[in-house]
T-cell receptor
Framework: GNSVTQMEGPVTLSEEAFLTINCTYT??????LFWYVQYPGEGLQLLLK?????DKGSNKGFEATYRKETTSFHLEKGSVQVSDSAVYFC?????????????FGTGTRLQVTL | EAGVVQSPRYKIIEKKQPVAFWCNPI?????LYWYRQNLGQGPELLIR????????DSQLPKDRFSAERLKGVDSTLKIQPAELGDSAVYLC??????????FGPGTRLTVL
């Protein structure tokens, strides 16, 4: 079946540091890939997505590239801010008929300090 | 545009009691999902609706969980009776197409 593996957290960084959160996946076919972010006490917000190999999703300074050869979708940001502190979920979407079924990783907590 | 609305945001009940959660999806979104998110985990799908039809309920514990979406718009998820292990955040999501899902803020359930 489909699965997503993320690096375990928490990841603790100083403000303005470079961020990488690793994500690899196992899936049949050609899934779409997503990063969602969950701030404390809130639901999941879509951060970025990529729908085919070599696509790069980007939003709010975050980027991730769909790498089919390594089945990876690593999240990066060049300079993190304290406001980026949250839990980040990698997910893949398997198309089943008329809608998608999301499979999530376990999440990676990011803590950014001054 | 209003997002996915869920209520209540928090619920505390004693075990064996019933509980219900309500979700109103984004206007025009035909597909509605209910997920359960255990502490420290990613969300797991419970049920998916296409309009008023439940097209994937394979992960819904049918002995105690039920859901409905009678008019193809808002939806209710019910647990009766609740058990200690049901403590989690219950998330509702909707999507306009076959791809991107938009999530509500969730209902945090605590069963004592």
């Amino acid at each position: 079946g489909n699965s997503v593996t993320q690096m375990e957290g928490p990841v603790t960084l100083s403000e303005e540091a470079f961020l990488t959160i690793n994500c690899t996946y196992t899936a049949t076919g050609y899934p779409s890939l997503f990063w969602y972010v969950q701030y404390p006490g809130e639901g999941l917000q879509l951060l970025l997505k990529a729908t085919k190999a070599d696509d790069k999703g980007s939003n709010k300074g975050f980027e991730a590239t769909y790498r089919k050869e390594t089945t990876s979708f690593h999240l990066e940001k060049g300079s993190v801010q304290v406001s980026d502190s949250a839990v980040y979920f990698c997910a893949l979407s398997a198309y089943t008929g008329t809608a998608s079924k999301l499979t999530f990783g376990t999440g990676t907590r990011l803590q950014v300090t001054l | 545009e209003a997002g996915v609305v869920q209520s209540p945001r928090y619920k505390i009940i004693e075990k064996k009691q019933p509980v219900a959660f309500w979700c109103n999806p984004i206007s025009g979104h035909n597909t509605l999902y209910w997920y359960r998110q255990n502490l420290g985990q990613g969300p797991e799908l419970l049920i998916r609706y296409e309009n008023e039809e439940a097209v994937d309920d394979s992960q819904l514990p049918k002995d105690r969980f039920s859901a409905e979406r009678l008019k193809g718009v808002d939806s209710t998820l019910k647990i009766q009776p609740a058990e200690l292990g049901d403590s989690a955040v219950y998330l509702c999501a909707s999507s306009p197409t076959a791809d991107t899902q938009y999530f509500g803020p969730g209902t945090r359930l605590t069963v004592l």
